[in-house]
């Protein structure tokens, strides 16, 4: 039951976040998608990923979008119309892939096996697996983040 | 036969996502549409995990939520820089790549 | 060791063009220690050329003909009487000429020349090959050029120069031939083996090549010598420094022709030594007359020396080797000194036309003892070395013919004509206003290498009989006869040329007077040259100009017309077919392009619709064909 809710909540949120002329309504809004998610993440059994969710997403990374919206707030409120005149064909192409999305996954059920969803995967299981199994993508994710940390500071900073 | 809930749910999102990368014209707008697909990819990595069993499912949720972030940051920095040079944000107006 | 003897005076050369700017005044001692050192080496050599003996050393040059050649130096006693000639009277005039150039700007430069030109010549006369011997032929010509123009600043020195230098060519042009015809017949260029060459020409009855080549080498000769008709350089030659001039008439240059003609006379046959015997006799006898009439001191030596070559190649033409190189060594001596003497009047007096000289035998008492005694030697007076010698060409004159010899007695008359109207004019007689102040005595470094010289030629021809092997001993009627020749010119130039006397008949005046203005003209051969050689070579040039620039022009021109008609048919086709065609691509392309630019709209939002709604074709695709 609680599923549906959430899902109802990401799903009108989601709308929300596309359509709204007011970016900045449009930033809350995606706020809210992110929270459901974080709760559908709960229901899941997967609490370290739902605070996390929540922690980077709702607590950084919105919260930088918000900052971008703010700094170049002259040129977006100076705009009357915010979303552009191509709707009709993306309505059509969106449509179409949501409708391919959907046939695709409407037949997937959950699978019977023994070990399915017997309750949550416990942080330090997920911690041994990423310096385990994944510790290559979590090595690469690493170097990821310091060559985006530099060059975010390189475009950004104001070079004359 | 009605979908997964959680399935037509992120469905729903990356379509949704994708209709705004389309209609958006600025740049940041094009910004929280790629964060809705980037959340449908992650649900259903977890909700396929789940299903299958393990804990692969969430950590490579954990690779999506930090490349989200990564994404997110420079994404913003480019903006900035765009701001600054074309003093604007509206991506249909940039159009140094015009033939 | 005999590569030393033409080697340092060629280092010399070497050191003194490279840095004889900065020795300075010590760069005459180089030239000086190296012409030196030669003469002791040649000297050394003495013993061993007397017994006869050929020294030599070669090296292999030239493997790919057959047989190999072998360049090399040899010494025998023809060439080692040059080498001692050379290298004495060279060191005698290097020194003189410290005294005589010293003020001159190109001082290191003369006697860097001055070293080349030794070294040449020493080189050819000890040539053992023909390819060698033209070589240093060559360079010898080359440095008289140099020398010859040194003062090129005067047109005439510069002139002067060109002169002997063209002048020589026609006759080394004559011996370049000789030398191949000589190759391409015998096969054969070794200077030691020329008798070999003979008799391969006699044995196989061609007796006639030789007369040809043995013609064309004496061209060469007749050219270097200044035997008629190439005789007109030496005379001019007189433009050069006095030093120079010295060393050509007596050690170098004109002693190149006579050894050339001594060493290769196994090559003579009887017809070619008669050609040389005539032009040898006509040279003396015209340069002698010719010598009368000069005023300028420098040209009365210059035609002496051209008279006293003709006597040497007479003697040649005898067949009379020996006695030639007797003279050639004598006439080095009194000639060098002859001039060196001369070199020192006009040093002192800075004239040198005999109208404006006189009485010069107060002032100048070592240069007038010491020109009195070459003047003697040259005259042929009893005992002095130019009484030997010319009295061994008498000798064999009168053994051929005695019409020939009388000839040569009259010569004699004229020489010591001459040679003393040439020394009472200068020393005695009154003295002619010179305005310079009075004129003294040159220097000890001229002095002393002059006294040096003077000995020579007093004594040198004791030597005679020892290492030329003529004929020893007195011949009492030929003493007789040319001591009274000797008589007969002294008493005229006494005579007329100093004391103004008149001695021709009335009658016979006019004819005198003509001859006199034929002589003092030298024969009209200069002006017979220019108006029938130079002359008709100019307006043979004039013409063939006209015709180059009337026929050959205008055929260019037609065809640099027709090309430029052919060129701007061709830039037409090019600018309309050619530039179409491209122009035609081109402007396809383009309408593609603007047309296909189209799409690219550089709107993120059309790209990514595109990449979208492609993506879901795909999908859709590939779901209906896996379905």
Same mark, same amino acid.
């Given at each position: 039951?609680?599923?549906?809710?959430?899902?109802?909540?990401?799903?009108?949120?989601?709308?929300?976040?596309?359509?709204?002329?007011?970016?900045?309504?449009?930033?809350?809004?995606?706020?809210?998608?992110?929270?459901?998610?974080?709760?559908?993440?709960?229901?899941?059994?997967?609490?370290?990923?739902?605070?996390?969710?929540?922690?980077?997403?709702?607590?950084?990374?919105?919260?930088?979008?918000?900052?971008?919206?703010?700094?170049?707030?002259?040129?977006?409120?100076?705009?009357?119309?915010?979303?552009?005149?191509?709707?009709?064909?993306?309505?059509?192409?969106?449509?179409?892939?949501?409708?391919?999305?959907?046939?695709?996954?409407?037949?997937?059920?959950?699978?019977?096996?023994?070990?399915?969803?017997?309750?949550?995967?416990?942080?330090?299981?997920?911690?041994?697996?990423?310096?385990?199994?994944?510790?290559?993508?979590?090595?690469?994710?690493?170097?990821?983040?310091?060559?985006?940390?530099?060059?975010?500071?390189?475009?950004?900073?104001?070079?004359? | 036969? +009605?979908?997964?809930? &959680? %399935?037509?749910?992120?469905?729903? !999102?990356? #379509?949704?996502?994708?209709?705004? /990368? *389309?209609?958006? =014209?600025? +740049?940041?707008?094009? &910004? %929280?549409?790629?964060?809705?697909? !980037?959340? #449908?990819?992650?649900?259903?990595? /977890? *909700?396929?995990? =789940?299903?299958?069993?393990?804990?692969?499912?969430?950590?490579?949720?954990?690779?999506?939520?930090?490349?989200?972030?990564?994404?997110?940051?420079?994404?913003?920095?480019?903006?900035?820089?765009?701001?600054?040079?074309?003093?604007?944000?509206?991506?249909?107006?940039?159009?140094?790549?015009?033939? | 060791?005999?590569?030393?003897?033409?080697?340092?005076?060629?280092?010399?050369?070497?050191?003194?063009?490279?840095?004889?700017?900065?020795?300075?005044?010590?760069?005459?001692?180089?030239?000086?220690?190296?012409?030196?050192?030669?003469?002791?080496?040649?000297?050394?050599?003495?013993?061993?050329?007397?017994?006869?003996?050929?020294?030599?050393?070669?090296?292999?040059?030239?493997?790919?003909?057959?047989?190999?050649?072998?360049?090399?130096?040899?010494?025998?006693?023809?060439?080692?009487?040059?080498?001692?000639?050379?290298?004495?009277?060279?060191?005698?005039?290097?020194?003189?000429?410290?005294?005589?150039?010293?003020?001159?700007?190109?001082?290191?430069?003369?006697?860097?020349?001055?070293?080349?030109?030794?070294?040449?010549?020493?080189?050819?006369?000890?040539?053992?090959?023909?390819?060698?011997?033209?070589?240093?032929?060559?360079?010898?010509?080359?440095?008289?050029?140099?020398?010859?123009?040194?003062?090129?600043?005067?047109?005439?020195?510069?002139?002067?120069?060109?002169?002997?230098?063209?002048?020589?060519?026609?006759?080394?042009?004559?011996?370049?031939?000789?030398?191949?015809?000589?190759?391409?017949?015998?096969?054969?260029?070794?200077?030691?083996?020329?008798?070999?060459?003979?008799?391969?020409?006699?044995?196989?009855?061609?007796?006639?090549?030789?007369?040809?080549?043995?013609?064309?080498?004496?061209?060469?000769?007749?050219?270097?010598?200044?035997?008629?008709?190439?005789?007109?350089?030496?005379?001019?030659?007189?433009?050069?420094?006095?030093?120079?001039?010295?060393?050509?008439?007596?050690?170098?240059?004109?002693?190149?022709?006579?050894?050339?003609?001594?060493?290769?006379?196994?090559?003579?046959?009887?017809?070619?030594?008669?050609?040389?015997?005539?032009?040898?006799?006509?040279?003396?006898?015209?340069?002698?007359?010719?010598?009368?009439?000069?005023?300028?001191?420098?040209?009365?030596?210059?035609?002496?020396?051209?008279?006293?070559?003709?006597?040497?190649?007479?003697?040649?033409?005898?067949?009379?080797?020996?006695?030639?190189?007797?003279?050639?060594?004598?006439?080095?001596?009194?000639?060098?000194?002859?001039?060196?003497?001369?070199?020192?009047?006009?040093?002192?007096?800075?004239?040198?036309?005999?109208?404006?000289?006189?009485?010069?035998?107060?002032?100048?008492?070592?240069?007038?003892?010491?020109?009195?005694?070459?003047?003697?030697?040259?005259?042929?007076?009893?005992?002095?070395?130019?009484?030997?010698?010319?009295?061994?060409?008498?000798?064999?004159?009168?053994?051929?013919?005695?019409?020939?010899?009388?000839?040569?007695?009259?010569?004699?008359?004229?020489?010591?004509?001459?040679?003393?109207?040439?020394?009472?004019?200068?020393?005695?007689?009154?003295?002619?206003?010179?305005?310079?102040?009075?004129?003294?005595?040159?220097?000890?470094?001229?002095?002393?290498?002059?006294?040096?010289?003077?000995?020579?030629?007093?004594?040198?021809?004791?030597?005679?009989?020892?290492?030329?092997?003529?004929?020893?001993?007195?011949?009492?009627?030929?003493?007789?006869?040319?001591?009274?020749?000797?008589?007969?010119?002294?008493?005229?130039?006494?005579?007329?040329?100093?004391?103004?006397?008149?001695?021709?008949?009335?009658?016979?005046?006019?004819?005198?007077?003509?001859?006199?203005?034929?002589?003092?003209?030298?024969?009209?051969?200069?002006?017979?040259?220019?108006?029938?050689?130079?002359?008709?070579?100019?307006?043979?040039?004039?013409?063939?100009?006209?015709?180059?620039?009337?026929?050959?022009?205008?055929?260019?021109?037609?065809?640099?017309?027709?090309?430029?008609?052919?060129?701007?048919?061709?830039?037409?086709?090019?600018?309309?077919?050619?530039?179409?065609?491209?122009?035609?691509?081109?402007?396809?392309?383009?309408?593609?392009?603007?047309?296909?630019?189209?799409?690219?709209?550089?709107?993120?939002?059309?790209?990514?619709?595109?990449?979208?709604?492609?993506?879901?074709?795909?999908?859709?695709?590939?779901?209906?064909?896996?379905?």
């Amino acid at each position: 039951m609680i599923t549906w809710l959430l899902c109802a909540v990401v799903v009108v949120g989601a709308v929300w976040v596309v359509s709204l002329r007011n970016l900045f309504r449009a930033a809350l809004s995606l706020g809210l998608v992110l929270v459901g998610v974080a709760g559908l993440f709960l229901t899941l059994g997967a609490e370290f990923l739902a605070f996390v969710q929540i922690l980077i997403y709702v607590g950084a990374v919105l919260t930088l979008v918000v900052f971008a919206i703010m700094l170049t707030s002259r040129a977006t409120s100076a705009e009357p119309a915010d979303v552009s005149r191509y709707r009709l064909p993306a309505v059509i192409v969106s449509g179409a892939l949501f409708g391919l999305l959907l046939s695709v996954t409407s037949t997937l059920r959950p699978p019977a096996l023994p070990g399915a969803s017997e309750g949550a995967v416990t942080v330090s299981a997920l911690g041994q697996a990423l310096v385990t199994t994944f510790v290559l993508p979590f090595e690469v994710i690493s170097v990821l983040f310091v060559a985006a940390m530099v060059g975010a500071i390189a475009v950004a900073s104001a070079k004359k | 036969m +009605a979908p997964h809930p &959680l %399935l037509f749910t992120s469905c729903a !999102l990356v #379509a949704l996502g994708v209709y705004g /990368i *389309l209609t958006r =014209r600025n +740049a940041i707008g094009i &910004l %929280l549409a790629i964060e809705l697909i !980037l959340n #449908a990819a992650s649900l259903n990595f /977890i *909700l396929f995990g =789940r299903w299958v069993g393990g804990v692969d499912g969430q950590a490579f949720a954990i690779f999506v939520i930090a490349l989200a972030a990564c994404e997110a940051a420079v994404g913003l920095a480019i903006i900035m820089g765009l701001y600054r040079t074309a003093k604007t944000v509206l991506a249909d107006e940039v159009n140094l790549l015009k033939g | 060791m005999l590569a030393w003897i033409p080697g340092l005076p060629l280092a010399a050369f070497a050191v003194l063009i490279l840095v004889g700017r900065r020795l300075g005044r010590a760069s005459a001692w180089v030239s000086v220690a190296a012409l030196a050192s030669s003469a002791f080496l040649t000297l050394q050599l003495t013993p061993h050329v007397l017994d006869g003996q050929r020294l030599a050393v070669s090296w292999r040059w030239l493997s790919a003909t057959d047989p190999a050649w072998f360049l090399g130096l040899a010494v025998d006693r023809l060439s080692w009487v040059m080498l001692v000639l050379v290298t004495v009277i060279g060191t005698l005039i290097t020194i003189y000429s410290i005294g005589y150039m010293q003020d001159d700007a190109r001082f290191s430069r003369f006697f860097a020349y001055l070293s080349l030109f030794c070294a040449a010549m020493l080189g050819l006369v000890m040539a053992n090959h023909f390819v060698l011997l033209y070589a240093c032929w060559e360079l010898v010509g080359l440095c008289s050029y140099l020398l010859i123009s040194f003062w090129f600043e005067k047109p005439e020195a510069a002139r002067a120069g060109r002169k002997a230098f063209l002048t020589t060519r026609v006759g080394d042009t004559g011996l370049l031939i000789g030398i191949l015809a000589l190759w391409v017949t015998a096969g054969q260029l070794h200077l030691g083996r020329l008798e070999e060459i003979r008799t391969f020409f006699v044995l196989r009855d061609q007796t006639w090549w030789l007369t040809i080549i043995s013609t064309l080498i004496f061209l060469g000769a007749v050219g270097k010598s200044a035997q008629i008709p190439l005789h007109v350089w030496l005379p001019d030659a007189m433009e050069g420094p006095t030093p120079v001039s010295a060393l050509i008439h007596a050690a170098t240059m004109v002693a190149a022709g006579v050894y050339l003609v001594a060493r290769t006379l196994p090559l003579f046959t009887p017809e070619s030594l008669r050609l040389v015997l005539w032009i040898g006799l006509a040279t003396h006898l015209f340069a002698g007359t010719v010598a009368l009439t000069m005023t300028d001191i420098k040209r009365v030596l210059a035609y002496s020396t051209i008279s006293q070559l003709g006597l040497m190649m007479t003697a040649l033409g005898l067949g009379a080797a020996s006695s030639a190189m007797f003279h050639l060594s004598t006439h080095a001596f009194f000639k060098a000194l002859l001039f060196m003497a001369a070199g020192s009047v006009i040093h002192a007096t800075h004239r040198q036309d005999l109208r404006e000289l006189g009485g010069l035998g107060r002032h100048l008492p070592w240069t007038r003892a010491l020109f009195l005694i070459a003047a003697l030697s040259m005259g042929g007076f009893p005992l002095l070395s130019g009484f030997w010698s010319k009295d061994a060409i008498l000798l064999s004159a009168r053994e051929h013919a005695p019409w020939l010899m009388w000839t040569l007695l009259g010569g004699a008359a004229v020489t010591a004509g001459y040679i003393f109207r040439l020394y009472l004019r200068c020393f005695h007689g009154s003295p002619v206003a010179s305005g310079c102040g009075t004129p003294h005595d040159s220097p000890a470094v001229m002095i002393l290498p002059m006294a040096a010289l003077g000995l020579g030629a007093a004594f040198a021809g004791f030597a005679g009989p020892g290492v030329f092997h003529v004929h020893g001993g007195l011949d009492v009627p030929m003493l007789i006869s040319s001591s009274v020749a000797l008589s007969i010119g002294v008493t005229l130039a006494f005579a007329v040329g100093l004391k103004r006397r008149v001695l021709v008949p009335a009658v016979l005046r006019p004819l005198g007077t003509k001859l006199y203005r034929l002589a003092a003209n030298k024969y009209y051969v200069d002006e017979a040259y220019q108006r029938w050689i130079i002359g008709p070579f100019l307006d043979a040039t004039a013409w063939l100009s006209r015709f180059d620039r009337r026929i050959i022009d205008g055929a260019v021109d037609a065809a640099g017309l027709g090309g430029w008609r052919i060129g701007q048919w061709k830039e037409r086709f090019d600018r309309v077919v050619i530039d179409g065609i491209v122009n035609g691509i081109a402007l396809v392309t383009r309408s593609i392009g603007h047309v296909v630019r189209r799409a690219q709209t550089g709107v993120i939002h059309h790209y990514l619709f595109w990449v979208v709604a492609a993506s879901v074709m795909l999908m859709l695709w590939i779901r209906a064909v896996s379905a």
